[in-house]
Each structure stands twice: as structure tokens, then as C-alpha cells.
């Protein structure tokens, strides 16, 4: 005799197949929204059924030879392990102490993606906190289920206690967050490994809100590019890079803005990034520089830390690098003179005047820009004001490319970009 379970599925599939060729164009709008509605719903009562299953699947396991029945479920139905073992999780659970959170699945009054943040939530509670507030926690989330989704399920779900046992949410999420903070200090690493094809691989686990520093920063260097209230400008291509390429343009600002006279000592002296270039690389168009520091960061070594003559022009515009110029002999001819750096005083007279990078048609404001020499230093140029100009991190770069533009001076003292053909 089949069993109830396998005839209700084999019918539901049954009365799937025959809408196959159903075509929903010709439904009305509430149909629509009704037939949308009720899938969603049938679908976390299917999931509630599949897990029930899977809880008392042992047996499976057994008579297959596999670990567990996510095992065997995974290599049978080709799906990921990992979520064949997190489905198991949550059926044990569901099959257990989370009959209240099964019971709203089995009426399809909570999806499957519900069920696993009250779970996870739940699940983080401190042990010492007893069962009956447990409950109370878990018939809280299921009823908060008929209003809100995951992501805010899980939002709730950092504040539950305040809710259900507010006599002693204080404490317990004193604790809470202390156990965090001590376990996210020991799990903190941080690791670089060079990958030969000019870029390198950094690789981190921070806690939380050194995370949240790090974004809120690198944001600031992303926003700057918006235009008249707030609006992005579109002419800037920047603006249109995908987020993540974005924000690791903004890191690389973000690295170069540090103010090495805030950072701790290092080696004897303020932290610096040495460039050493010979002088006829440095006045050439093309040529090569080295940054002291091979070795810091490991991993393919051939190309070490060479950056192009135009990136060490570039730099030293800056007061974070420097620049170690180098004779026919290798023999250092000048290490960093003071005159090549535009001075605080400098710098403030210089936001007084341009306000915003002069490119043309750049709004960058100067705050975030840099102070380029308009005749290079590399060549003799003077660092005063009327050689001095501001441009934002991505014209800087362009000024730095003579293969690639060609700038003029503007009559107002804006910087034209022209791209050489």
C-alpha cells in the first residue's frame, strides 16, 4: 500500500505537469498576485515536509553506507553537500525543540529562508538562558513572520531578549557582545600574497567594526565624485565602475591619503615607502622604479615591486613617498628634498584658489585632491603655488601618462585632457 506522503507527492507533481504549458500572460492581475501568494506558501510547506522527512532519514545513511542522510540526499538529488548538511541541521531542529517554527511552515505561514535565520537566531541565544524564554523568543519570530522577511527577522533577532525577558537582556548582551569582541580579536588575520600578474591578493578577517571603519572611509573616497546635490556625474567614468571596483579604487586612495606623520615610528623614521629611480628613468617617458620593501609581501617574484617611472612621478608629487634618485653609479642623488612637497600652508592656499580638481570638467573637491606640479618636479620644477595645480586621484594619473594624454593649460587655469591617437 503507497504511504500518504508518497501519494500526496506524486499528485502534487501531477497537478504541476498539468499546467505545464499554462501560459500565466493571460492571467489577470490578482490572479497573478493569488497564484504567487499561494506558491510561496506551498512551497515552506513542501520544504517543512522534505526536512520531516530528512530528520528520520537515518536509515538511509545506513543502507547506503553514506556518513549521514545529507550525504546520501546530496549525492542522489546533485546538490552542494554544505546545504544538504545545513538542511539536515535545521530538520533535527525542526523535528525537536522548534515545533512552533514547524508548525508555521507545515500551514505555509513561514518560507524555508524564515526558518533558517529563527533558527540561526535562536540558535545564537547564550546557553544559560532558559527554556521557557526560548519559547517565548521562538513563538515571537514566528509571529513577527507573517510581517517581515529574513533580513529583518534577523535584525529583530539581535534584539529579542529586550523583548521577551527584558529583566535580563541588558546583561546577557553584555556578555554577548564581549564573547564576540574576544572572539573576533583572536580570529583577526590579514595576508597578502603576490599573484605574478602585477596585482596582489589581500585576504582579511576583522572584527565587525573595524570592518564598518574601513567601509565608512572608503565610501567617503567614492562619494566626493557626486555632483550637485548628490546626484552622481555621469560623465565621470568612475561613477560607473561596479561597486566592488570602486571601492577598491577608493582603497588604493585611501592608502595614498595616509598621513605618514601620524603613523607610529618605523625602522627609526616616520613610516615612508622608499622609491628608488634612476634619474634618467625618472625624466624618461617609459622606465622603471623599485620600492624598497621586496620581500614584505610574498608570493611570485617576478615581478616583485617594480612600479613604472610615470607611477614614481606620480608619487612624488605626495608626501608619502620617497623618491631615492639614483646616479649612473647607483649612488643616491637626492632622497626626498623638502622643496619638492607642497607644504600644509601650500596646501590650504591651493584649496583656497581651486577649490576642486581643475580638471576640466572635474568637481572632485579639493580636499581630496592632490597637489601635482605642473612643470615636474623630476625636471627641476619649482614647488610653489604658481607651479602647483590640484587634481583628483583619477586626473592625477592621466597627468602622470604623457604616452596616453596630452594636457593644456586652460586660460582659466583648468587642466585640458587630450587623448593622444
Known amino acids: 500500500m503507497e504511504h500518504p506522503i508518497v501519494a500526496a507527492v506524486g499528485s502534487v507533481r501531477s497537478t504541476l505537469k498539468s499546467v505545464g504549458d499554462a501560459n500565466p500572460t493571460f492571467m489577470t492581475t490578482d490572479d497573478k498576485a493569488a497564484a504567487l501568494t499561494e506558491l510561496v506558501r506551498a512551497e515552506g510547506q513542501l520544504a517543512e515536509l522534505r526536512l520531516r522527512i530528512l ?23 546533485r546538490t552542494r553537500f554544505s546545504d544538504a548538511r545545513a538542511d539536515l541541521a535545521l530538520a533535527k531542529a525542526l523535528d525537536g525543540e522548534r515545533q512552533v517554527l514547524a508548525t508555521a511552515m507545515r500551514e505555509g505561514d513561514a518560507t524555508l529562508a ?19 524564554t526560548v519559547a517565548k523568543a521562538e513563538a515571537h519570530l514566528v509571529e513577527q513572520a507573517g510581517h517581515f522577511g529574513p533580513k529583518e527577522l534577523g535584525r529583530l533577532g539581535r534584539h529579542i531578549l529586550t523583548v521577551v525577558a527584558p529583566e535580563i537582556a541588558e546583561e546577557a548582551e553584555a556578555r554577548r557582545l564581549a564573547e564576540l569582541e574576544a572572539a573576533a580579536a583572536d580570529k583577526t588575520r590579514l595576508t597578502m600574497r603576490r599573484l605574478g600578474d602585477g596585482t596582489t591578493r589581500i585576504s582579511g578577517r576583522v572584527p565587525d567594526a573595524a570592518a564598518t571603519r574601513l ?16 546626484q552622481q556625474n555621469e560623465a565621470d567614468p568612475f561613477t560607473r565602475l561596479p561597486y566592488p571596483k570602486r571601492m577598491g579604487q577608493a582603497f588604493i586612495q585611501f592608502l595614498e591619503a595616509a598621513d605618514p606623520r601620524r603613523l607610529p615610528i618605523h625602522g627609526g623614521d616616520a613610516t615612508t615607502v622608499v622609491v628608488t629611480v634612476p634619474l634618467a628613468s625618472l625624466r624618461a617617458e617609459l622606465g622603471a622604479a623599485d620600492l624598497l620593501g621586496s620581500g614584505l609581501v610574498p608570493g611570485d617574484e617576478l615581478t616583485g615591486d617594480l612600479i613604472t617611472a610615470a607611477q614614481a612621478r606620480r608619487l612624488a608629487c605626495t608626501a608619502k613617498i620617497l623618491p631615492a634618485v639614483l646616479g649612473g653609479d647607483s649612488i643616491p642623488l637626492d632622497l626626498g628634498r623638502a622643496r619638492r612637497l607642497f607644504s600644509p600652508g601650500q596646501r590650504k592656499a591651493l584649496l583656497i584658489r581651486d577649490k576642486t580638481c581643475r580638471a576640466e570638467g572635474c568637481d572632485v573637491p579639493g580636499t581630496w585632491c ?17 607651479n602647483g595645480v590640484l587634481l583628483c586621484n583619477h586626473h592625477h594619473h592621466r597627468a602622470h601618462d604623457p604616452a596616453g594624454y596630452r594636457t593644456d593649460r586652460l586660460p ?6 587630450n587623448r593622444r591617437r
Do not use: M
Open 114 to 132: 524564515q526558518a533558517r535565520v529563527i533558527h540561526r537566531v535562536l540558535s545564537a541565544l547564550p546557553s544559560r538562558i532558559d527554556a521557557d
Open 370 to 386: 592632490d597637489a601635482h606640479h605642473l612643470d615636474p618636479w623630476s625636471t627641476g620644477g619649482r614647488t610653489d603655488l604658481d
Open 412 to 417: 582659466n587655469g583648468d587642466i585640458r585632457f
Open 55 to 77: 530528520a528520520d532519514a537515518g536509515d538511509l545513511a545506513v543502507a547506503t553506507a553514506t556518513k549521514d542522510a545529507a550525504g546520501w540526499l546530496a549525492k542522489v538529488t
Open 215 to 230: 567601509a565608512t572611509y572608503l565610501e567617503a573616497f567614492s562619494n566626493p565624485r557626486a555632483g550637485a546635490e548628490g
